[in-house]
């Protein structure tokens, strides 16, 4: 058994504690949370389960990791916090553990990485003999292994489109949604999200990775992006109110270019209600799904709807990322230490998992 530690216990953390206890390789050994208020509560609590785990959650990240863990999945923030989270997975690393993590979006694809980045990573696996593998859902396996492996069904292919399109009101992360995407901010304040050159930092990684699969050259990468204002106010079940005249609606792509042409591209359609913006398009059920076109002979198009916790669509991309992560540990565990991206490690089937009791 691999011993396993779960750093941080919000959205992605919870997910992440329930695929650890439900992987046959690894062994859940320890919690570290960030709030006061959770500290020495039970992790099977923590994480929603109807069961306790028998693994007290603490604030010592460095007895954590003098202990020399195996492997660690670091589930806490990188959106507002990037040196932080940086700062947190080089420790680990460097204390000898192979690390997943969806939080620092620039070390997707590492090959491309900034220096700032991918050079402290490096120097800390040098120092412990660590890995880091960084992916997610969007960016991650919603346009770096789907795309690629439907694209081997095509006879010709012309291009290639990424949508998530995603009611951003079951997203219970009020920074992310409020401040970096600007739902409920003034039509006046362009959000973070959309600042020239971001949407390229986050989500040309997976643009670069699609390419170097697809074994062309990138002419460059391009943004275009659109906003509309809800009409009326709205008040939602998760993320309160917002008002009539405030942005309700983002759409915003990041292209491949590849002889002049938008190849490869990642679109985001994203509200915090359906009545806004009803004419771009929208998931199957209103709440949120990830789509993969694939134009060409034949033409494939896959839609992709995930759900936990009571139904939620947000819920289950954040356990579709975690699964991803968690059950890439046992691979990297035997693997060299290093920087690895999705094209390095391989996804796999469940195996030991099918028919296993749900935590």
């Known amino acids: 058994m691999i011993p396993t530690v779960v750093w941080g216990t919000g959205n992605v953390g919870r997910a992440a504690i329930r695929a650890v206890e439900a992987h046959p390789a690894l062994v859940l050994t320890a919690v570290i949370v960030h709030n006061p208020g959770k500290v020495g509560r039970d992790a099977g609590e923590l994480a929603g389960l109807e069961r306790r785990l028998g693994v007290a959650a603490t604030d010592d990240a460095a007895a954590v990791l003098a202990a020399r863990p195996a492997a660690v999945v670091y589930a806490a923030s ?13 420790r680990a690393i460097a204390a000898g553990a192979v690390v997943v993590s969806p939080a620092l979006y620039p070390l997707y694809d590492h090959r491309g990485a900034p220096p700032e980045f991918r050079d402290p990573v490096l120097a800390a696996v040098a120092e412990g003999g660590g890995s880091l593998f960084a992916s997610g859902v969007d960016p991650g396996w919603g346009n770096d292994v789907l795309p690629l492996l439907l694209s081997g069904l095509g006879s010709t292919v012309d291009a290639i489109r990424c949508q998530e399109i995603f009611d951003y009101s079951t997203y219970d992360q009020p920074d992310s949604v409020r401040h970096l995407v600007g739902m409920g901010q003034p039509m ?63 759409r915003f792509e990041v292209q491949g270019i590849v002889e002049g042409e938008p190849r490869i591209v990642i679109e985001h359609v994203t509200r915090i209600h359906p009545s806004c913006a009803p004419d771009w398009p929208t998931p199957p059920d209103g709440s949120g799904a990830h789509r993969v076109v694939i134009e060409g002979r034949p033409r494939i198009e896959v839609t992709v709807e995930c759900s936990d916790e009571d139904d939620n669509r947000s819920a289950g991309g954040n356990a579709t990322a975690v699964g991803r992560l968690v059950g890439a540990i046992d691979w990297l565990v035997e693997a060299e230490p290093g920087l690895y991206d999705a094209l390095d490690v391989p996804l796999r089937p469940a195996v030991g998992k099918l028919g296993r009791k749900q935590p």
């Open 78 to 90: 990188g959106d507002v916090r990037p040196d932080d989270a940086l700062t947190d997975i080089t």
């Open 188 to 250: 006046d304040q362009e959000p973070m999200m959309l600042v020239p050159s971001v949407p390229t930092m986050v989500w040309g990684g997976q643009i670069r990775m699609m390419s170097r699969a697809l074994g062309v050259e990138l002419d460059e990468i391009r943004e275009t992006s659109e906003r509309r204002a809800l009409d009326t106010t709205v008040t939602t079940r998760t993320m309160g109110e917002f008002e009539a005249g405030t942005q309700g609606a983002i």
